[in-house]
């Protein structure tokens, strides 16, 4: 089993940047593909981005693209998301994600563990 923790969000204005963790315990995730999603009031939870079990592949949603960064650090069981130059549409609750296999997916079913969330407000 793998329990997932997410941390880094907060209260921001337009414009300004936050790095959220993942952190990972139980079981090792250095093989797994991870993701962050999101959920915005009143919508459905949304890819964000992924990373595969190496970190050398990456996807991004075409509206945080060029703005938010994915990485991971295995030997830490630990993936990031640089948010840059942060929009209101941005609010959310963050999730993190590991699914039982090395490579991205943009679909949440296709993800086995799921952190708790982490709240991102961006006020305008």
């Known amino acids: 089993q793998v329990q997932l923790v997410e941390s880094g969000g907060g209260l921001v204005q337009a414009g300004a940047s936050l790095r959220l963790s993942c952190g990972a315990s139980?079981?090792?995730?250095?093989?797994?593909?991870m993701g962050w999603f999101r959920q915005a009031p009143g919508k459905e939870r949304e890819f964000v981005s992924g990373?595969?079990?190496?970190?050398?592949?990456?996807d991004y949603a075409d509206s945080v693209r060029g703005r938010f960064t994915i990485s991971r650090d295995n030997g830490k069981n630990t993936m990031y998301l640089q948010m840059n130059s942060l929009k209101p549409e941005d609010t959310a609750v963050y999730y993190c994600?590991?699914?039982?296999?090395?490579?991205?997916?943009?679909?949440?079913?296709?993800?086995?563990?799921w952190g708790q969330g982490t709240q991102v407000t961006v006020s305008s």
């Open positions: 994600a590991a699914r039982r296999s090395r490579y991205i997916h943009t679909d949440q079913n296709e993800y086995d563990y």
């Open positions: 139980g079981r090792t995730v250095e093989s797994a593909a």
């Open positions: 990373i595969s079990w190496t970190g050398r592949s990456t």
